[in-house]
């Protein structure tokens, strides 16, 4: 019996049971729900509105764009709306209005992955447009959704979450 007596600070010491097949401990999110995420869009909707009318508009008064046609300026203003939402979605996971909640979106894929471009272009173009189409049904699914999650999200298998910093 030449075992020695146990010491909690031998550094030696094989583990007891062996650590490398412990599955990752699962992270628990507080999932952002529908009200904060109506308060996000109200606030990026004010953004792009104020970027129309300090950018868009002179633009069209410049041109003399004056009748209700769609106009090349009209097609940059989707366009640059477009990449607002899918561009900073991308990056950081979040838009401005998403910001000042403190919400964020991220990946159920993976946790602590971020979006891929894929992902992004589906839920912000694809799954927003099918959620929005039948009387905005997708969108209200937060509501009732036990992971707060909207068709948008349930396409791509993204969730929006407290945002802790």
């Known amino acids: ?30 999932f952002a729900g529908f009200w904060i995420r109506v308060c996000a869009t109200l606030l990026d909707s004010l953004f792009l509105i104020g970027i129309s009318l300090l950018i868009f508009n002179p633009l069209r008064r410049l041109f003399g764009v004056y009748d209700y046609a769609f106009s090349m300026i009209d097609l940059l203003e989707v366009l640059f709306n477009l990449l607002y939402m899918v561009l900073l979605t991308w ?58 999650q909207g068709w948008h999200d349930l396409i791509v298998r993204t969730y929006v979450v407290w945002d802790r910093k």
């Open 91 to 148: 990056w950081t996971g979040q838009t401005l209005g998403k910001m000042i909640t403190g919400i964020r979106v991220i990946s159920g894929r993976q946790a602590r992955a971020n979006l891929t471009a894929g992902q992004v272009l589906l839920r912000e173009v694809i799954g927003k447009t099918l959620s929005f189409l039948p009387f905005g049904l997708g969108y209200m699914w937060v509501g009732w959704n036990s992971k707060k």
């Open 1 to 30: 019996m030449n075992e020695r007596p146990h010491d909690p600070y031998d550094l030696n010491r094989q583990p007891a049971f062996d650590q490398t097949n412990v599955p990752e401990p699962a992270y628990h999110h507080h």
